[in-house]
């Protein structure tokens, strides 16, 4: 069934009827017609006229609410062929909240503003933590970046609505919260086992905790997966060595130390050649390898 709505109501001071008195010519004769002021059709015995008083016709849009209006008209039936929901952006933040709007596509492609308490708003899946009675979704904690879906109903229309969850903090999620480790690696790695997550734990046994194995770029639930350093001789040269470490990853910086012996005390940066990378495996060589003793270590950092 259609539906009529309001549109358009125009008043034009001093509008009547236009008469137009007989009109002949040698190839035609016309009786006496009228046009109104708005502007309609008219016709005689030789021509059909369409009138027009001009300016007051075509579609109207407003970007905030959207909305079309189509004008020229005293009334226009149509029809709703569907509900639409939006958020913009299409994202929320961790924590955050984004506003929900809803409106109506009409069979003439126009739109009608609903309003969003009009609306029966739900969370249909993913980290929203609610929607409110006014359409304001709030977003919940995740550790990557995650499409939640919200639901709108109204008028008998049900529509849903994708929108990203951004993950804003590295090291807030759930049980992993504030301990110093990427959420999202220890989901990774953890997520049927959170108890063995914690930074100092050792859950593989290999003598290297999560928060170095994290830092090294290594699996922690594998023993295997570990960092070594080797230190072996050059062919000729006494008194210097090459250091071999891996593995070795881009986007991590890796520094050489010595000392002579390991009494507590600082290590001291070695000076060494430039690198010699193979796959994930590096060289690099001490030149000043000299004295009784050495011992070495490399210390990772990670952004």
């Given at each position: 069934?259609?539906?009529?709505?309001?549109?358009?109501?125009?008043?034009?001071?001093?509008?009547?009827?236009?008469?137009?008195?007989?009109?002949a010519?040698?190839?035609?004769?016309?009786?006496?017609?009228?046009?109104?002021?708005?502007?309609?059709?008219?016709?005689?015995?030789?021509?059909?006229?369409?009138?027009?008083?001009?300016?007051?016709?075509?579609?109207?849009?407003?970007?905030?609410p959207?909305?079309?209006?189509?004008?020229?008209?005293?009334?226009?039936?149509?029809?709703?062929?569907?509900?639409?929901?939006?958020?913009?952006?299409?994202?929320?933040?961790?924590?955050?909240?984004?506003?929900?709007?809803?409106?109506?596509?009409?069979?003439?492609?126009?739109?009608?503003?609903?309003?969003?308490?009009?609306?029966?708003?739900?969370?249909?899946?993913?980290?929203?933590?609610?929607?409110?009675?006014?359409?304001?979704?709030?977003?919940?904690?995740?550790?990557?970046?995650?499409?939640?879906?919200?639901?709108?109903?109204?008028?008998?229309?049900v529509?849903?609505?994708?929108?990203?969850?951004?993950n804003?903090?590295?090291?807030d999620?759930g049980?992993?919260?504030?301990?110093?480790?990427q959420?999202?690696?220890?989901?990774?790695?953890?997520?049927?086992?959170?108890?063995?997550?914690?930074?100092?734990?050792?859950p593989?046994?290999d003598?290297?905790?999560?928060f170095?194995?994290?830092?090294?770029g290594?699996?922690p639930?594998?023993?295997?997966?570990?960092?070594?350093l080797?230190?072996?001789?050059?062919p000729?040269?006494?008194?210097?060595?090459?250091?071999?470490?891996?593995?070795?990853?881009?986007?991590?910086?890796?520094?050489?130390?010595?000392?002579?012996?390991?009494?507590?005390g600082?290590?001291?940066?070695?000076?060494?050649?430039?690198?010699?990378?193979?796959?994930?495996?590096?060289?690099?060589?001490?030149?000043?390898?000299?004295?009784?003793?050495?011992f070495y270590?490399?210390?990772?950092?990670?952004?």
């Amino acid at each position: 069934m259609k539906t009529g709505k309001l549109i358009v109501t125009s008043m034009l001071a001093g509008a009547g009827i236009a008469h137009a008195g007989p009109r002949a010519s040698a190839s035609y004769s016309g009786p006496t017609d009228t046009i109104d002021a708005g502007g309609a059709r008219t016709t005689s015995a030789n021509y059909t006229n369409d009138g027009s008083l001009g300016g007051i016709a075509g579609l109207s849009t407003v970007a905030v609410p959207a909305e079309t209006a189509k004008s020229g008209y005293i009334g226009q039936l149509y029809e709703v062929v569907d509900l639409q929901l939006a958020a913009t952006p299409a994202t929320v933040n961790e924590g955050g909240t984004r506003q929900l709007t809803a409106t109506q596509l009409l069979d003439d492609s126009s739109t009608l503003a609903v309003p969003a308490a009009s609306v029966a708003w739900s969370v249909a899946s993913g980290p929203l933590a609610s929607v409110n009675v006014n359409g304001l979704a709030t977003a919940g904690i995740v550790y990557q970046d995650t499409v939640a879906t919200a639901q709108g109903s109204y008028a008998g229309l049900v529509r849903q609505l994708g929108v990203t969850v951004m993950n804003v903090s590295l090291d807030d999620y759930g049980s992993y919260a504030g301990d110093g480790l990427q959420d999202g690696w220890q989901n990774q790695y953890f997520s049927a086992n959170p108890a063995g997550a914690g930074p100092l734990l050792d859950p593989d046994g290999d003598g290297q905790n999560n928060f170095f194995e994290w830092t090294a770029g290594l699996v922690p639930t594998d023993p295997l997966s570990r960092f070594l350093l080797e230190i072996a001789p050059v062919p000729g040269q006494p008194a210097q060595k090459n250091l071999v470490f891996s593995p070795r990853f881009n986007d991590r910086t890796y520094t050489v130390k010595s000392r002579t012996d390991l009494a507590p005390g600082s290590w001291s940066p070695t000076t060494v050649s430039a690198p010699s990378d193979n796959g994930t495996e590096r060289t690099v060589t001490d030149t000043a390898a000299t004295g009784a003793k050495k011992f070495y270590r490399v210390e990772i950092s990670k952004p």
